[in-house]
């Protein structure tokens, strides 16, 4: 099966599993060379949107699921890849027993923009359900957002 890098809401096994049941975790590591940031605020409800650029000093923690063909095409509307919102892109994960080459999504839109408040909670929230270290957490949940006041 095909290996998945999820950095956003994706990174709690639990809502994985529910939205991909057939596909499980197989680890978690870290994209370096890759930073999480935010952008395509025009398509967000309250916010910009998660996404990853290149950047070579910088690191991205990332779980890595098996995904089945029928939970692939499940993922790709999910994350809007069906409607071209986000494009898959293939990443090199580093993880504690090695390198894997994987799949993520990329959004396709300019980067910019602050998140919401409750997007960033989301995304710190799933990055410690995955046993993200606690300084990753804690950096996702200091940086700028803004309030939608929900």
């Not at 596909?23 to 952008?39: K, M, N």
């Not at 390198?99 to 919401?116: F, I, K, Q």
Request: charged share 20%.
């Amino acid at each position: 099966m095909p290996l998945y890098a999820a950095y956003g809401s994706n990174l709690d096994p639990a809502r994985m599993g529910e939205r991909c049941p057939h596909s499980p975790l197989q680890t978690t590591g870290w994209l370096t060379g890759w930073r999480l940031t935010f952008g395509g605020e025009e398509h967000g409800w309250d916010g910009a949107l998660p996404t990853l650029v290149q950047d070579p000093i910088d690191q991205v923690f990332v779980a890595v699921y098996d995904v089945s063909p029928h939970d692939e095409s499940t993922l790709d509307q999910w994350e809007q890849a069906d409607t071209g919102l986000y494009r898959k892109t293939k990443v090199r994960v580093a993880t504690m027993t090695g390198s894997l080459v994987v799949w993520t999504y990329v959004l396709d839109a300019y980067e910019g923009g602050l998140p919401s408040a409750v997007t960033l909670g989301v995304l710190a929230d799933a990055a410690d359900a995955a046993d993200a270290p606690a300084d990753y957490v804690a950096s996702l949940r200091r940086r700028p957002c803004r309030s939608t006041g929900l």
